[in-house]
C-alpha cells in the first residue's frame, strides 16, 4: 500500500480527497496518510467526514512562504523531506493555493514521488492585468512537463495525474463517444462549442475585501477559480472529431470581463444597504474606498470567445462563459461557511452546446435549485439536486440509421465498472479521479489507460493563459486577441514566450 501525503488541507482536500483516501485506505489501496500546511491555516490534527463516519489526518505546520520562489525555501523543503522519511511517503496530492502548485510538484517530482493534483495547474497573482504574468500560466505547463519528463527518465513508473473530474462524468464520456461517432461516419469535426457555468457566489462589497479564500483580491478570478474545467474539457471534446487534415494547431481568443469595481456598479453600497438591514452596521467602507481598494482585482465573471483553426482555417468557434454572479440562493448577511467556498446558497449551472455541423447536436445541462445538500422534492428533474441531462439530436434525414432524438438522463447516464459505480455528479466524478490515481500507483491501471495524466493538459493551459493574456492586454490597451499555438505537442518554454510576445 502506499502512503499520502496532502500538501494543503484547506476546505476542498477535506471535502474531496481526504474523504477519498479514507475510502482507498478500506480497499486497500492506500496506507498512512498526513497533511502539510501552513501556520495560521488550521490545527495539526485536521477532522474531516468520511463515508464511514468522522475522521482526522495528523498535520505538519510549516511557515508561510512567498508564492513566487523559484524552489521551497530550505527551512520548508527539510521539513518535507523529513516527513517523506519518516512516514515511508510514495505519493503527494497538492491541493493548495493554485499559486503554489509549480513548487510543490516540482518538489515531489524530484524525489520521485507521484502527484495528483488539483486544478488549475498554476496560476501567478496579477495575471489578469499584467501580460507577463498571464504568459507564465502557459511556459509554466511547458517547464512542469519538462520536469516530468526528466523524472520518469530517473522514476520510469512516477505518476502526475490532474483531477479535472469532467473527464470522469458519464455524461462527457457518452458526449464524446457521440462526436467520435458522427465523425467516423461523416468526416466532421466539432464545428461550435457553446459552454455556461454559473455557481451563484453573491459576495458582498465588503466580503471582496474581508474574504480572500476563492476570492479577487490576487488580481485572477472565477477564470482561476472553476475556469480549468471548462478549459479543461472543451479541447477533450473538441479532440474526438479530429481527423487527419483537421487537427487544430492555433486558437484566437478574446475575452470580456466583469471585475469587482464593475460588480459594485451592478449592485453597490447603498444597494446592499436596502437589501440588508444589517449592512451599514456591519461595513467598514465607503464605496470609493471598495474601488479604489478593488481595482486590481481579478475577474467575477468572464465570457470568452474562441476560434480554434487548422491550417489558418476556422474550424470550430466557441465561448466559455464563466459566471460567479449569477443565480444564488444566499439570503442572510452573516454566510453560514466563513470561506464562502462551498454552501452560502451557491448552486451550479452548466451546460454545453455543441454542434457538428448538419449532422448532430449535443446539449448537456445541470441545473441545480439548491447546493446545501437539502432534498428537493424530484432530485432528478431540473433545480433537482440530481439534474443531468444530455440531449441528442441526430441528421436521420441524411442517415436513416440514425435515430433522430435520444434523451440522456441521471439514470441512463450511470455507468459502472469493476471497481465502482460512477454515477453523473461531479462528486462521484472526483472520486473516480482519485481511485484512478490509486489504481495505478496498485498496479492495477497501465499509463495508457490514464484519463488525465499531466502530458494531456496541455490545450486546457493554453486556454487558460490566452483567456488571461487578452483580459491582460486589454487592460494596457494592447490588442484584445490572444494568438496561440493550439498543437498538442510541447513546446519549449522560450518558444511559447517568444510567440506570446510576438502576439502582443
Given at each position: 500500500m502506499n502512503n499520502f501525503l496532502v500538501v494543503g488541507v484547506g476546505p476542498h482536500a477535506r471535502r474531496s480527497h481526504l474523504p477519498a483516501l479514507a475510502a482507498g485506505q478500506s480497499a486497500g489501496l492506500v496506507g498512512t496518510v498526513c497533511g502539510v500546511d501552513l501556520l495560521g491555516a488550521t490545527d495539526v490534527l485536521v477532522p474531516y467526514d468520511a463515508d464511514d463516519g468522522p475522521r482526522s489526518v495528523p498535520v505538519t505546520l510549516i511557515e508561510p512562504f512567498d508564492s513566487r520562489v523559484p524552489a521551497l525555501p530550505e527551512?520548508?523543503?527539510?521539513?518535507?523531506?523529513a516527513?517523506?522519511?519518516r512516514r515511508g511517503i510514495d505519493a503527494v496530492v497538492v491541493s493548495t493555493e493554485p499559486a503554489y502548485h509549480m513548487v510543490y510538484v516540482r518538489w515531489a517530482l524530484e524525489r520521485g514521488l507521484s502527484v495528483l493534483l488539483d486544478k488549475p495547474l498554476t496560476v501567478h497573482a496579477g495575471c489578469s492585468v499584467n501580460p507577463e504574468k498571464a504568459?507564465?500560466?502557459?511556459?509554466?505547463?511547458?517547464v512542469l512537463l519538462e520536469c516530468y519528463s526528466k523524472a520518469r527518465r530517473r522514476f520510469p513508473q512516477i505518476m502526475v495525474s490532474v483531477q479535472s473530474q469532467r473527464r470522469y462524468h458519464p455524461a462527457f464520456w457518452r458526449m464524446r463517444q457521440c462526436i467520435a461517432e458522427v465523425t467516423a461516419e461523416t468526416n466532421c469535426p466539432v464545428t461550435s462549442v457553446t459552454s455556461f457555468h454559473s455557481d451563484g457566489q453573491w459576495r458582498l462589497p465588503d466580503e471582496l475585501l474581508d474574504i480572500s479564500y476563492h476570492g479577487f483580491d490576487q488580481?485572477?478570478?472565477k477564470a482561476a477559480h472553476s475556469g480549468y474545467h471548462f478549459f479543461d474539457i472543451v479541447p477533450w471534446l473538441l479532440q474526438a472529431g479530429e481527423t487527419n487534415g483537421k487537427h487544430l494547431d492555433t486558437v484566437d481568443i478574446h475575452a470580456h470581463a466583469s471585475r469587482p469595481t464593475d460588480f459594485l456598479a451592478q449592485l453597490g453600497v447603498q444597494d446592499h444597504e436596502r437589501l440588508f438591514p444589517g449592512f451599514a452596521a456591519r461595513n467598514p467602507y465607503t464605496e470609493g474606498e471598495l474601488r479604489a481598494a478593488t481595482r486590481l482585482f481579478g475577474e467575477v465573471d468572464a465570457f470568452i470567445s474562441m476560434a480554434y483553426k487548422s491550417s489558418g482555417r476556422t474550424m470550430a468557434l466557441g465561448t466559455i462563459n464563466l459566471v460567479h454572479n449569477g443565480f444564488s440562493q444566499r439570503g442572510s448577511l452573516t454566510p453560514a461557511h466563513a470561506s464562502l467556498y462551498k454552501g452560502n446558497g451557491r448552486v451550479r449551472h452548466e451546460s454545453h452546446i455543441i454542434m457538428q455541423g448538419p449532422f448532430q447536436a449535443l446539449h448537456f445541462h445541470s441545473l441545480q435549485t439548491l447546493h446545501d445538500g437539502t432534498p428537493s422534492t424530484d432530485p432528478y428533474a431540473p433545480g433537482g439536486e440530481r439534474h443531468v441531462q444530455v440531449h441528442v439530436f441526430r441528421n436521420s434525414a441524411f442517415h436513416p440509421g440514425w435515430i433522430k432524438y435520444a434523451s440522456l438522463n441521471f439514470g441512463t447516464?450511470?455507468?459502472?465498472s469493476d471497481s465502482q459505480v460512477a454515477?453523473?455528479?461531479?462528486?462521484s466524478s472526483r472520486r473516480r479521479a482519485t481511485w484512478e490515481f490509486l489504481e495505478y500507483l496498485a498496479g492495477r491501471r497501465t499509463r495508457d489507460a490514464m484519463f488525465s495524466e499531466l502530458t494531456s493538459h496541455r490545450r486546457g493551459a493554453t486556454l487558460m493563459a490566452g483567456a488571461?493574456?487578452?483580459?491582460?492586454?486589454?487592460w494596457i490597451g494592447a490588442s484584445p486577441v490572444s494568438q496561440l499555438d493550439f498543437r498538442t505537442t510541447p513546446e519549449s518554454a522560450p518558444a511559447v514566450r517568444t510567440r506570446?510576445?510576438?502576439a502582443r
Amino acid at each position: 500500500m502506499n502512503n499520502f501525503l496532502v500538501v494543503g488541507v484547506g476546505p476542498h482536500a477535506r471535502r474531496s480527497h481526504l474523504p477519498a483516501l479514507a475510502a482507498g485506505q478500506s480497499a486497500g489501496l492506500v496506507g498512512t496518510v498526513c497533511g502539510v500546511d501552513l501556520l495560521g491555516a488550521t490545527d495539526v490534527l485536521v477532522p474531516y467526514d468520511a463515508d464511514d463516519g468522522p475522521r482526522s489526518v495528523p498535520v505538519t505546520l510549516i511557515e508561510p512562504f512567498d508564492s513566487r520562489v523559484p524552489a521551497l525555501p530550505e527551512a520548508v523543503r527539510r521539513a518535507l523531506d523529513a516527513i517523506v522519511e519518516r512516514r515511508g511517503i510514495d505519493a503527494v496530492v497538492v491541493s493548495t493555493e493554485p499559486a503554489y502548485h509549480m513548487v510543490y510538484v516540482r518538489w515531489a517530482l524530484e524525489r520521485g514521488l507521484s502527484v495528483l493534483l488539483d486544478k488549475p495547474l498554476t496560476v501567478h497573482a496579477g495575471c489578469s492585468v499584467n501580460p507577463e504574468k498571464a504568459e507564465a500560466i502557459l511556459t509554466d505547463f511547458d517547464v512542469l512537463l519538462e520536469c516530468y519528463s526528466k523524472a520518469r527518465r530517473r522514476f520510469p513508473q512516477i505518476m502526475v495525474s490532474v483531477q479535472s473530474q469532467r473527464r470522469y462524468h458519464p455524461a462527457f464520456w457518452r458526449m464524446r463517444q457521440c462526436i467520435a461517432e458522427v465523425t467516423a461516419e461523416t468526416n466532421c469535426p466539432v464545428t461550435s462549442v457553446t459552454s455556461f457555468h454559473s455557481d451563484g457566489q453573491w459576495r458582498l462589497p465588503d466580503e471582496l475585501l474581508d474574504i480572500s479564500y476563492h476570492g479577487f483580491d490576487q488580481g485572477h478570478g472565477k477564470a482561476a477559480h472553476s475556469g480549468y474545467h471548462f478549459f479543461d474539457i472543451v479541447p477533450w471534446l473538441l479532440q474526438a472529431g479530429e481527423t487527419n487534415g483537421k487537427h487544430l494547431d492555433t486558437v484566437d481568443i478574446h475575452a470580456h470581463a466583469s471585475r469587482p469595481t464593475d460588480f459594485l456598479a451592478q449592485l453597490g453600497v447603498q444597494d446592499h444597504e436596502r437589501l440588508f438591514p444589517g449592512f451599514a452596521a456591519r461595513n467598514p467602507y465607503t464605496e470609493g474606498e471598495l474601488r479604489a481598494a478593488t481595482r486590481l482585482f481579478g475577474e467575477v465573471d468572464a465570457f470568452i470567445s474562441m476560434a480554434y483553426k487548422s491550417s489558418g482555417r476556422t474550424m470550430a468557434l466557441g465561448t466559455i462563459n464563466l459566471v460567479h454572479n449569477g443565480f444564488s440562493q444566499r439570503g442572510s448577511l452573516t454566510p453560514a461557511h466563513a470561506s464562502l467556498y462551498k454552501g452560502n446558497g451557491r448552486v451550479r449551472h452548466e451546460s454545453h452546446i455543441i454542434m457538428q455541423g448538419p449532422f448532430q447536436a449535443l446539449h448537456f445541462h445541470s441545473l441545480q435549485t439548491l447546493h446545501d445538500g437539502t432534498p428537493s422534492t424530484d432530485p432528478y428533474a431540473p433545480g433537482g439536486e440530481r439534474h443531468v441531462q444530455v440531449h441528442v439530436f441526430r441528421n436521420s434525414a441524411f442517415h436513416p440509421g440514425w435515430i433522430k432524438y435520444a434523451s440522456l438522463n441521471f439514470g441512463t447516464l450511470t455507468a459502472s465498472s469493476d471497481s465502482q459505480v460512477a454515477l453523473p455528479t461531479q462528486e462521484s466524478s472526483r472520486r473516480r479521479a482519485t481511485w484512478e490515481f490509486l489504481e495505478y500507483l496498485a498496479g492495477r491501471r497501465t499509463r495508457d489507460a490514464m484519463f488525465s495524466e499531466l502530458t494531456s493538459h496541455r490545450r486546457g493551459a493554453t486556454l487558460m493563459a490566452g483567456a488571461y493574456l487578452s483580459m491582460a492586454q486589454q487592460w494596457i490597451g494592447a490588442s484584445p486577441v490572444s494568438q496561440l499555438d493550439f498543437r498538442t505537442t510541447p513546446e519549449s518554454a522560450p518558444a511559447v514566450r517568444t510567440r506570446m510576445e510576438a502576439a502582443r
